[in-house]
Every structure is written in structure tokens, then in C-alpha cells.
């Protein structure tokens, strides 16, 4: 981890590269929103996921807005979730994909690849996919940081009196209630904007128990 701080700049960018890449490749990006938090601190941390869940979601869509835009219209042929969501981007635009971003429920990578057969302008996704990470960023940086003060306890006992641990601690929870909240509320909306999402889960259907 210190080698990785040492690099200064270069270190940075070659994280927001990979950070980048995983997402891409469908890693889950709490993974390295933990990592950056607990190499960069929460700030830096924070600066570095919300950099790297931008750029990913912006590479899936120009992926499949210009490489791969029919092999994806087959695939999410089957979804009908994503009829409905080119139908709310064409009316909310940048709220429809800053509430997905905001509900735990939407899977990150997938969705992404999805907006790219909508006609979303790409710098308006951006700004929205940034803004819809900050509170799930938020968390797992903190966690991060959180991880990373555990690894330097040892080193450092002047930096982990109680009551800075206490207002850490509360930190974290004040963040999570926030983010369950927001998150509640996104999925109340899109329950509206995209009625077939209960039912179709990007091809994970809900399976109806038969009873007698």
C-alpha cells in the first residue's frame, strides 16, 4: 500500500485505469472503492471511485452505442426493462440514469451497456452516473479508510484514541442511513418510470411457487 502512495501521480492514474477496466469486465466496483479508500484516504478515495465508476459506465456505453449497438439491441431484446428504460431517458434523461445509479437493485456494469442504445448525450450520462455513485462510493471508500487505519494502528496508537474511532464509526452509519434512504426513494420512482423491472431483473425472472 505504501509503494502504491509512494507513486504519487502515476500510482493514481494506473489505479483509475484498472478501477476502470474491472468495472468493465463486470468486477464489482465496491471492491475497489475499498481499495482506493484505503490507499487514498477518503477524499482521494472518493475522488478516485467516482472517477473510475464514470469513466467504466462511460467506456459500456460507447461500447455498445458504437462497436457493439446490434449484438446489444439482441441481447437486451430479451430484457423488457430496457424498453422502458430508453422510453424514461427520452422523457427524464439525466434523472433516469442518476436514480439507476442510486438503486442497489440495478446492476452497475449491465445497465451501463444498456443506456448505450438509448440517445443520451454521453457527457450528460457522465455528470449523472457521478452523481448517482456519491452515496455507495461514499460507504465503501469509508470502509476503506476505515480498513486502512486498522492496518496502521500498530504504527500510529496517537491517531486511534476512542473518540476518534466513536466519530468514525458514527460517520460511517450517518452515510449508510443516508444512502438506504436515497436508495428507497430511487427505487420508489422507477418502480413508476420502468414497470416491467419487478418482473424481469435483467434475466433473473422471479420464479412463481406452485402450491397443491
Not at 492514474?13 to 487514498?40: D, E, H, K, N, Q
Amino acid at each position: 500500500m505504501q509503494e502504491i502512495q509512494a507513486a504519487g501521480w502515476s500510482g493514481w492514474f494506473t489505479y483509475l485505469i484498472i478501477y476502470s477496466l474491472a468495472c468493465l469486465l463486470f468486477v464489482p466496483g465496491s471492491v475497489m472503492a475499498i481499495g482506493a479508500g484505503a490507499i487514498y484516504g477518503f477524499w482521494g478515495g472518493l475522488a478516485l471511485a467516482l472517477l473510475g465508476n464514470g469513466l467504466s459506465a462511460l467506456f459500456s456505453l460507447l461500447i455498445t452505442r458504437y462497436l457493439l449497438r446490434d449484438w446489444a439491441a439482441r441481447f437486451f431484446a430479451r430484457h423488457p426493462t430496457v424498453e422502458d428504460l430508453g422510453a424514461a431517458v427520452q422523457d427524464d434523461g439525466w434523472r433516469i440514469v442518476c436514480l439507476t445509479h442510486l438503486s442497489p437493485i440495478m446492476p452497475f456494469s449491465l445497465v451501463n451497456y444498456a443506456f448505450g442504445l438509448t440517445k443520451i448525450p454521453w457527457p450528460e450520462f457522465l455528470l449523472a452516473t457521478i452523481l448517482g455513485g456519491i452515496p455507495a462510493a461514499s460507504i465503501y471508500v469509508y470502509l476503506g479508510t476505515l480498513a486502512g487505519s486498522f492496518a496502521t494502528l500498530s504504527t500510529d496508537l496517537s491517531q486511534h484514541r476512542p473518540l476518534v474511532w466513536f466519530l468514525r464509526i458514527l460517520g460511517l452509519v450517518a452515510t449508510i442511513v443516508l444512502t438506504v434512504y436515497l436508495a428507497r426513494r430511487a427505487n420508489q420512482v422507477l418502480k413508476k418510470k420502468l414497470p416491467h423491472r419487478s418482473e424481469d431483473h435483467w434475466g433473473r425472472r422471479r420464479k412463481k411457487r406452485r402450491t397443491g
